[in-house]
């Protein structure tokens, strides 16, 4: 799961955020799910710190990563899932917004067939 930060409020999840991530490594988190439910001493959090090219603080013995942009915004590890969660649900409502609306004129398709078999045939 990967989730690049773009100045204002723009979030790119998944594969173009794994694009975008050679780009701007510094606002690219990554790997979030292993450090859920996990406790770190500041040692322990500065080790793996060493790993990620994101700004990596303690807080309350949880990791989280931070983009430097204005304002300062820090991610707790169960947030990044619940932004990209939450991004693939409008997603996935705007696909099904777009196939009820096909399957809308689908119906009125087969309606107008009927129609004028009706009428070529009677």
């Known amino acids: ?48 710190a060493s790993h990620y090219p994101f700004k990596v603080i303690f807080l309350l013995s949880l990791l989280a990563g931070v983009h430097y942009l204005f304002p300062l915004t820090v991610f707790a590890p169960p947030c990044v899932s619940t932004v990209h969660l939450s991004i693939l649900m409008l997603v996935v409502e705007n696909v099904m917004s777009l196939i009820r609306i ?21």
């Open 1 to 48: 799961m990967c989730l690049h930060l773009l100045s204002g409020d723009d979030i790119l999840v998944g594969y173009k955020a794994v694009l975008q991530a050679d780009h701007n490594p510094t606002n690219t988190l990554y790997d979030a799910k292993r450090f859920i439910g996990k406790q770190f001493t500041v040692d322990e959090l500065n080790s793996e």
């Open 102 to 122: 096909y399957i809308q004129y689908f119906f009125v398709i087969i309606y107008i067939y009927i129609y004028i078999y009706i009428c070529i045939y009677r």
